[in-house]
């Protein structure tokens, strides 16, 4: 049975990726290694938890000598690499954990691998990355593998730093690496802080929506299950040294996702149509903020023929039917420290 380190499992896009290993390779045992800082919950993963492949340990990747006990219990076959401090509003306000976590933590953990792995033969360093390494688009064009590197927040920086160091080792150390660099994600389990919840969230309760200038910045949407699915493809089938782009083909200017997210609120709240679309409030802009990202999926489409498998309007509307009947997820959120955030980030703004 080989044994699979997934770092950041109880987070956002961790947790759908430990669902998908844990139940489509019963052969592989899966060690879910998480902080538990304020975007890690274990109640993500309720369902599979009593898996007999499956085993969380609570840790930090910060910590060397917990990593260099850990590699010592326990024989690791690979690691996907997804721990990290992920939002850029948070960057802005406080950069050091961003630094700490996604720049030591990744070294870290590369560390760990590189004294264990002797023999790398069937090993690997799967490192998850994010497009917002390439920069800022303007209204044409795409960020393709070779695009030069232009991080431009302290969140994007600290991914980029990570991404080379990555390199760094497969090139220094022979390390078996793969990277890949993705566009946003949204879906079930995504912690308020992100646009999508976030707004979910405010409709729900009839608060305004907060849009950052006006709205007219561009990201390109991926539903996680699609994410999850090329993860366990480029984990298991792709090339060593390799980097991929993963996105949906799918852009959206901020202010026409939240239309069409207000029209689905609508509906499925039986609210006239237009209620939530009222609740729109065009808030001061993001310092830095990135005016469009993009990605050419090719690559992975090409040589590992990955597809996203969801529309972006039936993606949204089960993620609305996801955060509707999972009112408890979000109360135990919203009731504690994210009150706080909140107030500093919108009510104070
Ligand atoms: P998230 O914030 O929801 O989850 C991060 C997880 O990492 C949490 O469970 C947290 O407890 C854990 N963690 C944080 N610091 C840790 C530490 N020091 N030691 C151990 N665990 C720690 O993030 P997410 O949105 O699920 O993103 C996961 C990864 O995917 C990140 O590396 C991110 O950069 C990348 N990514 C995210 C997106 C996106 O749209 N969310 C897009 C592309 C890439
Ligand atoms: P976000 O979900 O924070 O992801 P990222 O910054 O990594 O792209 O933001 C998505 C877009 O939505 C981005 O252009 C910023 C914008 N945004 C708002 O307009 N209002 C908000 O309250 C948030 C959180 C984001």
């Not at 990726?17 to 800082?37: A, E, G, Y």
């Not at 497009?131 to 431009?152: A, I, N, Q, W």
Request: aromatic residues 10%; neutral net charge.
């Amino acid at each position: 049975m080989r044994t699979l380190l997934i770092t950041g499992g109880a987070g956002f896009i961790g947790s759908h990726v430990v669902r998908k290993m844990v139940l489509d390779h019963p052969d592989t045992r899966v060690v879910n290694l998480d902080k538990l800082t304020y975007a890690g919950n274990l109640g993500n993963l309720k369902d599979i938890e009593g898996r007999p492949n499956y085993q969380f340990i609570r840790g930090d990747i910060v910590d060397a000598a917990f990593l260099e006990k850990l590699f010592r219990s326990h024989r690791m076959d690979g690691v996907i690499h997804l721990a990290a401090e992920s939002h850029v509003d948070r960057s802005i306000a406080d950069p050091m954990a961003f630094i700490q976590t996604n720049i030591m933590g990744t070294v870290n953990l590369l560390n760990a691998c590189r004294r264990s792995w002797n023999d790398p033969e069937g090993k690997r360093f799967y490192h998850i990355s994010t497009d917002e390494v390439y920069g800022s688009l303007g209204k044409e064009g795409l960020f393709k593998e070779e695009t030069p590197y232009d991080p431009r927040s302290p969140y994007s920086a600290s991914k980029a730093s990570s991404d080379h160091l990555v390199r760094a080792y497969h090139h220094t150390y022979k390390l078996p690496v793969v990277i890949s660099n993705c566009s946003n994600n949204y879906g079930p389990n995504q912690f308020p802080e992100k646009l999508i919840p976030l707004a979910i969230n405010n409709i729900l309760h009839m608060k305004p929506i907060p849009i950052y200038g006006k709205g007219e910045n561009v990201r390109d949407w991926l539903y996680v299950k699609d994410h999850a699915a090329a993860i366990d493809l480029i984990f298991n089938k792709g090339t060593n040294g390799r980097t991929y782009n993963i996105g949906g083909m799918n852009e959206w200017k901020n202010i026409d996702l939240i239309r069409l997210l207000c029209d689905i609120m609508d509906e499925k709240l039986d609210r006239k149509p237009g209620t939530s679309a009222g609740l729109i409030t065009f808030v001061k802009d993001r310092a830095g903020h990135d005016l469009r990202y993009a990605i050419d999926n090719s690559r992975i489409r090409d040589e590992l023929d990955w597809y996203p498998a969801h529309t972006f309007e039936a993606g949204l509307t089960r993620t609305v039917e996801w955060y509707l009947s999972n009112p408890e997820w979000m109360q135990q959120i919203t009731s504690g420290a994210y009150q706080t955030y909140y107030d500093r980030q919108y009510i104070q703004r």
